[in-house]
């Protein structure tokens, strides 16, 4: 919308002052997503009296500020949001608190020290080859899929062509030069470093994409697969143990990393990444009859997570974890074509400790997920995660695949073999 439009939509909230004051005057054009949110706030600004919307804000102020604010905010921010609603026992320990602060407000700096130290040439090495591998096995897989058209399978394959991958860290270090830290009060910096992103953010307006940024810091233990770039991205905090070992046999690091690739990359082919093409532009390529063959295979899992039982009558809410259990069971699926492949053509590796390659794998892909979670947390990420809850995760993705009953010998009607006409698969 331009400022007329939108300055329209809400006649009681003054835009052009809004940007003024933020320091953006020259915003011309806004994307509007939820236009319902504004015209609802529109109205309240007139109902609302004007003392209430000075508590509700200053509520919101003190409240987001707290984690930074003096010793008695900070552990009644911890009572309610940890204690009340995860059950968390204790507050992490000080320097925990401002490892991660400074992993959110300055991660870009932090991670240059952190990569230096930890993520060495040869992990990225191990890393990047590993990707081309998944790749190249997914590669295989959407070949062959029996339940995609051919128009879609063509535009699934030149969409994975198009795949960027990052792996460990950016290839420019972003630039902090214009946020302030000084030995002043504590929240002023954290402040001052929201300020710091929120003009960043801004400045990009009117600028071509910057398609080297990441949006995640290098010590993040987490994985993202970018839809609006199509792009693959892992920081150099989940290269390590559990999740990959430069120093470790093949079969761990595919179980572990090689499934959390897989899974990355899968969400550009599920229903959410049928919406963007190969650039990342929003363009459904996706035929209704592959839209209506996807939907019919996902039922299964969404049933298979419904009758996860996570506390009494508490269980997982299927439809709320399907796009991500669905990336699980891909990704390990994909993990462990990867590396068989990898194996074709040399002598088979020996068992160690007593596990063959196939069965180490799999206790891999089991390792990554072993947490141990208390039942308010539980029943907070039941509500509100996407993802399943990891002791889930762990058994949902082995228990459709035939190869885990075969690398440890299950029988139908075991506790990790689901019955034939409940078995799931996808990718
Ligand atoms: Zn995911």
């Known amino acids: 919308m331009d400022l007329a439009k939108l300055q329209a939509l809400t006649p009681n909230f003054s835009w052009e002052r809004f940007f003024h004051e933020v320091g953006f005057p020259e915003i011309s054009t806004v994307d509007v997503g939820q236009p319902d949110f504004l015209a609802e706030v529109n109205r309240e600004l007139a109902s609302v009296p004007l003392d209430d919307w000075k508590t509700y804000l200053r509520w919101h102020l003190v409240d987001d500020a707290a984690p930074s604010l003096s010793s008695k905010f900070v552990q009644e921010n911890f009572e309610f949001k940890g204690r009340t609603l995860q059950g968390t026992k204790e507050i992490l320990p000080r320097w925990k608190r401002c490892v991660a602060a400074t992993d959110r407000q300055l991660g870009f700096a932090l991670g240059k020290i952190y990569v230096e130290q930890y993520f060495p040439p040869e992990a990225k090495a191990r890393a990047d080859q590993m990707v081309h591998n998944l790749i190249a096995a997914l590669h295989d897989d959407l070949s062959t899929l029996p339940w995609m058209g051919p128009e879609t399978r063509k535009a699934a394959l030149a969409k994975l062509d198009a795949f960027t991958p990052k792996i460990g860290y950016p290839d420019k270090w972003r630039d902090y030069s214009a946020f302030k830290v000084d030995r002043g009060p504590y929240v002023l910096n954290a402040l001052r470093g929201d300020q710091f992103e929120f003009n960043r953010d801004l400045k990009k307006i009117g600028k071509p994409v910057d398609r080297t940024e990441w949006g995640m810091t290098p010590p993040t233990v987490n994985a993202y697969y970018n839809a609006e770039k199509n792009e693959i991205v892992f920081p150099a905090g989940i290269l390590q143990p559990p999740f990959f070992n430069a120093q470790a046999d093949d079969a761990l690091n595919y179980g572990g990393i090689g499934a959390v690739i897989g899974h990355e990359m899968t969400h550009g082919f599920d229903d959410e990444g049928r919406k963007f093409d190969a650039q990342g532009n929003l363009k459904n390529w996706w035929t209704p009859e592959d839209l209506k063959n996807f939907n019919q295979r996902a039922a299964c899992v969404e049933k298979q997570f419904d009758g996860y039982v996570v506390e009494g009558d ?23 074509k990867a590396f068989e492949k990898s194996l074709e053509g040399k002598s088979r590796p020996g068992s160690i400790d007593g596990f063959t390659p196939e069965q180490r794998l799999f206790l891999s892909w089991a390792r990554v997920w072993a947490a141990n979670d208390r039942p308010e947390f539980e029943r907070l990420m039941v509500n509100l995660n996407p993802h399943a809850l990891d002791r889930f995760r762990a058994i949902a993705a082995p228990s459709n695949m035939p190869a885990f009953a075969k690398a440890f010998d299950c029988k139908h009607g075991d506790a990790m073999v689901r019955p034939d006409d409940q078995t799931c698969e996808i990718w």
């Open 314 to 336: 508490i269980h997982e809410n299927g439809k709320l974890v399907l796009g991500e259990s669905i990336a699980d069971l891909g990704g390990l699926t994909i993990a462990y």
